[in-house]
């Protein structure tokens, strides 16, 4: 089998993962076409942040194989993976506190930048031009996130909204190729998460691929290009938000009984 397929970002054959007597992942296989957003859902314990865990190389398989962009990169690290630019933001946000949210944007740039220590004390010319570039960088990114008015705020002092969106810009910092988003919405009112919903459509429209796992099933419905389910570790169904808010094992798995669909408009949380 060959493992480049054209117009696919990324491919998982067969990953399983155990953790002592616990299988938590299963053989699950897919591909996420390029420049689309898929979302993985499941109920909790289905295995997903296990998923992300293994494709952003925190953790490696058991058995099956990982391939972006044509690569395998299965056994690679997480630092290496980052690198060939597979970024992801966490469940619980991971920021420096006491950092402004610039800062901590701009800490996102470091993939992106070169230099030394000695270099930095040297503060040679191009070394200047650099620092302004990237920057201007972070202050567009916390505009396009809407949050240029909070630039010079600790990010301790923020809203849980506020930091979730700090995190996406400073993973679109270190320039993914794709942008791997666990559970953006949690804590999120309603006005934010509409806000979110529209911010993962700029980034999939200005070209990055976008792997999004989320309990908020009405924006999923409403953001994603395609659906994987997950249950138990297993992958179930896969399909479009139509085909997903419809189908009998997705809804048994999610209300524990079918002849029901799925809410596509109204936000349910599992």
């Known amino acids: 089998m060959t493992n480049a397929l054209p117009g696919k970002a990324l ?139 909070v630039a010079d705020t600790p990010a301790g002092n923020l809203t849980c909204g506020q930091q979730r969106l700090v995190e996406i810009a400073r993973a679109l910092a270190a320039h993914p190729k794709l942008l791997m988003i666990d559970e953006p919405a949690a804590g999120l009112n309603s006005l934010e998460t509409r806000e979110l919903l529209a911010l993962i459509q700029r980034i999939r429209d200005g070209g990055i691929t976008v792997l999004l796992v989320e309990h908020d099933m009405s924006l999923v419905m409403n953001v994603a290009d395609e659906i994987q389910v997950l249950n138990f570790g297993e992958r179930i169904a896969s399909g479009s938000p139509q085909e997903i808010q419809a189908h009998p094992a997705v809804i048994e798995a999610y209300l524990g009984r079918t002849g029901k669909a799925l809410p596509r408009g109204t936000a349910h949380h599992v």
């Open 11 to 149: 491919r998982v054959e067969g990953l399983s993962k155990r953790f002592g007597g616990i299988t938590a992942v299963r053989d699950v296989s897919f591909s996420v076409p390029e420049k689309a957003i898929v979302a993985v859902i499941g109920p909790n314990g289905a295995g997903k942040t296990t998923l992300f865990n293994l494709i952003s190389g925190f953790h490696h398989p058991d058995e099956g194989r990982i391939y972006f962009g044509g690569h395998d990169i299965t056994k690679l690290e997480a630092e290496q993976i980052a690198s060939a630019g597979v970024i992801r933001t966490f469940q619980i946000v991971r920021l420096f506190n006491q950092m402004t949210a610039l800062e901590n944007v701009l800490v996102g740039c470091h993939l992106n930048t070169r230099g030394s220590v000695i270099s930095s004390i040297l503060t040679p010319g191009w070394l200047r031009d650099q620092e302004k570039r990237i920057r201007r960088e972070a202050e567009e990114l916390l505009s396009m996130v809407s949050l240029a008015r």
